[in-house]
Nanobody, 124 residues
Framework: VQLQASGGGLAQAGGSLRLSCSAS????????MGWFRQAPGKVREFVAA????????FYVDSVKGRFTISRDNAKKTMYLQMNSLKPEDTAVYYC??????????????????WGQGTLVTVSS
């Protein structure tokens, strides 16, 4: 499986961006997919995740109510709609997938595949 993230760019505070993560590979049916971000000088942090089957979603508190994660099974693509952007959302955003887990909480997963990052810059 290869993951390709796209959609990053420059936005003003209060603006919106939509990230996409497309998967390649003949068969793609992960347990879940997620978004992470890494700001300059900081460790990578979990942002959001979605269960591929059923569509349950999970968010870090700092983005709840502003970001929406979704997936299109047929297109093998995951999205992150980011609204009401803040300068502190500035980071490189990465997508990842998990083949299978016995655990519901995606923040406990050891993610299997990672895409390259896409830079999101939010100006004040």
């Amino acid at each position: 499986v290869q993951l390709q993230a796209s959609g990053g760019g420059l936005a003003q505070a209060g603006g919106s961006l939509r990230l996409s993560c497309s998967a390649s590979g003949r068969a793609f049916s992960p347990y879940g997919m997620g978004w992470f971000r890494q700001a300059p000088g900081k460790v990578r942090e979990f942002v959001a995740a979605v269960r591929w089957s059923g569509g349950s979603t999970f968010y870090v508190d700092s983005v709840k109510g502003r970001f929406t994660i979704s997936r299109d099974n047929a297109k093998k693509t995951m999205y992150l709609q980011m609204n009401s952007l803040k300068p502190e959302d500035t980071a490189v955003y990465y997508c990842a997938d998990k083949d299978y887990s016995d655990y519901e909480n995606p923040q406990t997963w050891d993610w299997d595949h990672w895409g390259q990052g896409t830079l999101v810059t939010v100006s004040s």
